[in-house]
T-cell receptor
């Protein structure tokens, strides 16, 4: 149980184009989904937290107009990198949580990640 | 400032030995702490969760301890195998937020 998928697994795009990454919880309802970015040999950097049906909460320094997040259903969240540039090249990982427990997020289940390369 | 430190950039041990990984934190009051495994080019996989009022948690060959006085968690893999080679991340959970350490790369040598 608790499987999260991401699509695509790898994407190469030209500078200036937009790229959409999908994150799906396959066997549970994810009330909260998270989007992370990871650079080589570095830890996961939280970009934003999204709850189903409401606007995402972005971390400080993350441009909300550049990284559009939609969490339209309990099993799907999307991250769109708009007007991508080479510096946006990175490994993007989503995770999903089934809910709150006493105000805290319980275990996050991660997707396999999406490698984005912007030329 | 808040900081999560995991010991060593890389840890090499002989197959069959016990691997011990450390997670130290400062200026946090986590409600619980988690350990994840991450293989190259893959998302992290959840291993264990330990709450602030728990001292120790076990799962098969894995053992986690949590000392809120020392602000430290230790992660042990007993009878290590080459298949255990991966990067291990600790993550601290506070209200509404989980923060990850930089990870320790473990290499188990046959």
């Amino acid at each position: 149980g608790a499987v999260v998928s991401q699509h695509p697994s790898r994407v190469i795009c030209k500078s200036g184009t937009s790229v959409k990454i999908e994150c799906r919880s396959l066997d549970f309802q994810a009330t909260t989904m998270f989007w992370y970015r990871q650079f080589p040999k570095q830890s996961l950097m939280l970009m934003a937290t999204s709850n189903e049906g409401s606007k995402a909460t972005y971390e400080q320094g993350v441009e909300k107009d550049k990284f559009l997040i939609n969490h339209a259903s309990l099993t799907l969240s999307t991250l769109t990198v708009t007007s991508a540039h080479p510096e946006d090249s990175s490994f993007y990982i989503c995770s999903a949580s089934s809910g709150l427990a006493g105000g805290l997020q319980e275990t996050q289940y991660f997707g396999p990640g999406t490698r984005l390369l912007v030329l | 400032s808040q900081k999560i430190e995991q010991n060593s950039e890389a840890l090499n041990i002989q197959e069959g030995k016990t691997a011990t990984l450390t997670c130290n934190y400062t200026n946090y009051s986590p409600a619980y702490l988690q350990w994840y495994r991450q293989d190259p080019g893959r998302g992290p996989v959840f291993l264990l969760l330990i709450r602030e009022n728990e001292k120790e948690k076990r799962k098969e060959r894995l053992k986690v301890t949590f000392d809120t006085t020392l602000k430290q968690s230790l992660f042990h893999i007993t009878a290590s195998q080459p298949a255990d080679s991966a990067t291990y991340l600790c993550a601290l959970a506070q209200v509404q937020k989980v923060t990850f350490g930089t990870g320790t790369k473990l290499q188990v040598i046959p």
